[in-house]
């Protein structure tokens, strides 16, 4: 009888994310003292510039959504930050079947917006939203590469319920565990990999 490649087990798709873990995690470089003295700089760019991790980043993702939320609970909208929170929201919202919604800047989107104030690991910044992006009632995840301080996602979070959606959680390539930025948030915290 051939193999039940079909199987619902979540045993195969577990050891499938570990090694993607740990093919990510090498891929990480740690510069010190930029932008600014005192910060360890951690930089996700080698995974986008190697096809292969690329891959590797957005089914990692993807299980991590599947395996917190399951397949009836999935999210309606990713929320990702500007502008590494690009590099993979969309490529992951597509996978989920889910929409995808930028915060940018401020200044950068047109139309109707909100704003919130952020303080984050090294400065402060406006993000904004365009109050038409998410339907009141709609399941919302922010995604974004990085939580250092959770200034940044915090404000982020604090966007999509002005405008009404249901903050189901936020998703992270890389937590700096140090800095205690989960203890921002106010939803469920999922990352992949964490720094200390
Ligand atoms: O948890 P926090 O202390 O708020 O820091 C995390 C944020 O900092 C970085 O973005 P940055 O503002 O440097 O912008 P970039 O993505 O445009 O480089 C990172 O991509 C997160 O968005
Ligand atoms: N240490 C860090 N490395 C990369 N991105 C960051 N965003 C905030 N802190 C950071």
């Not at 915060?103 to 104030?117: D, F, I, M, N, Y």
């Not at 984050?120 to 992006?133: N, T, V, W």
């Not at 959606?165 to 937590?175: C, M, P, S």
Request: hydrophobic share 40%.
């Amino acid at each position: 009888m051939p193999a039940d490649r079909t199987s619902t087990s979540s045993h195969p798709r577990t050891t499938e994310l570990a090694g993607l873990k740990i093919r990510l995690h090498s891929a990480l470089r740690q510069y010190p003292d930029f932008p600014s003295p005192g910060v360890l700089f951690e930089d996700i760019l080698p995974i986008f510039s190697d096809a292969r991790l690329h891959q590797d980043l957005v089914r990692a993702l993807e299980i991590q959504v599947l395996d917190c939320y399951g397949q009836d609970n999935k999210p309606d909208v990713l929320v990702g930050l500007e502008a590494r929170g690009f590099l993979f929201g969309p490529s992951l919202a597509l996978r989920l079947g889910a929409g995808f919604v930028p915060v940018r800047k401020q200044g950068k989107l047109p139309g109707s917006t909100e704003t919130a104030k952020f303080v984050k690991e090294y400065g402060e910044d406006h993000f904004q939203i365009q109050r038409d992006a998410i339907k009141p009632g709609q399941k919302v995840i922010v995604v974004d590469d990085i939580i250092a301080t959770g200034g940044s996602a915090a404000a982020a979070g604090s966007l999509v319920t002005k405008l009404g959606g249901k903050l189901h959680g936020y998703l992270f390539l890389l937590e700096l565990d140090f800095l205690k930025g989960r203890e921002k948030l106010d939803a469920p915290v999922y990352t992949l990999l964490s720094s200390q």
